[in-house]
């Protein structure tokens, strides 16, 4: 058996949602309704329940200290669960908070019985691992590529990765909004907005009717500017 045989006789889906252990704790919790703009959890309190969303669409907010906030994930019923990450590193607090962007409708279990059920039944417990391991590559692979930049050179760099992906000999329009670029390198999106405005000021970036550009020469500008902030 090679490796890949191996991945595939063990192959599982990259999600883990109410559906998938219903069956163990569907008596155990309770349904819950939020409105849309309450708060589910908060960043730092301790992860006594685990919350697993039946409807509706929620947010997780990472706040810095200076104030300013983005938007990092989602979470519906699809990849819905809140505190798994937690619970399984064995971490007090919730690393976010949780905010609803639509009502949502959860189903909350005290954490430890969530835990125990893991603990004991193999198939969910690698389910989990899978889910873990998959995003914990996702991450590092971002992490990695940006640790050592920051403000302005992490939105170069971020840009420069995009153009070099999608660019077909015209001019590139760049189809993301600030927030999606701050999700994606790890700054605020008030950060994003700055940096943009450095950038067209140097023509390294074209900003027409809110939608932004970047030309072939734009982006060698920004390579050479990469580089030397580099030495």
Same mark, same amino acid.
């Given at each position: 058996m090679n490796l890949q045989d191996a991945w595939q006789k063990y192959h599982t889906d990259n999600v883990?949602?109410?559906?998938?252990?219903?069956?163990?704790?569907?008596?155990?919790?309770?349904?819950?309704?939020?409105?849309?703009?309450?708060?589910?959890?908060e960043k730092g309190d301790f992860p006594l329940y685990i919350y697993f969303i039946?409807? @509706? /669409?929620?947010?997780?907010?990472?706040?810095?200290?200076?104030?300013? !906030?983005?938007? +990092?994930?989602?979470? *519906?019923?699809?990849?819905?669960?809140?505190?798994?990450?937690?619970?399984?590193?064995?971490?007090?607090?919730?690393?976010?908070?949780i905010t609803c962007l639509t009502n949502v409708e959860v189903f909350r279990?005290?954490?430890?019985?969530?835990?125990?059920i893991l603990m004991n039944h193999l198939p969910l417990l690698r389910k989990c691992t899978f889910l873990l391991a998959d995003d914990l590559?996702?991450?590092?692979?971002?992490?990695?590529?940006?640790?050592?930049?920051? @403000? /302005?050179?992490?939105?170069?760099l971020f840009l420069m990765n995009y153009? !070099?992906?999608? +660019?077909?000999?015209? *001019?590139?329009?760049?189809?993301?909004?600030y927030e999606k670029i701050a999700n994606q390198i790890g700054v605020s999106v008030r950060t994003v907005g700055r940096s943009i405005k450095?950038?067209?000021?140097?023509?390294?970036?074209?900003?027409q009717s809110k939608k932004m550009m970047m030309s072939k020469r734009q982006y060698e500008k920004m390579k050479v500017k990469l580089a030397k902030e580099e030495k």
């Open positions: 883990f949602n109410f559906s998938d252990i219903s069956d163990y704790i569907s008596d155990k919790g309770r349904t819950i309704i939020y409105k849309s703009g309450q708060s589910i959890v039946i409807d @509706g /669409i929620a947010i997780g907010k990472r706040h810095y200290e200076d104030g300013n !906030e983005y938007n +990092y994930f989602q979470v *519906d019923k699809q990849n819905g669960n809140i505190g798994l990450l937690e619970i399984l590193g064995k971490k007090e607090q919730y690393v976010a908070t279990i005290e954490s430890a019985i969530v835990y125990d590559y996702n991450r590092s692979g971002n992490d990695g590529i940006y640790y050592y930049y920051t @403000g /302005i050179d992490r939105i170069r153009f !070099e992906q999608h +660019y077909s000999h015209y *001019d590139l329009p760049i189809e993301m909004s450095v950038l067209k000021e140097t023509n390294e970036v074209t900003v």
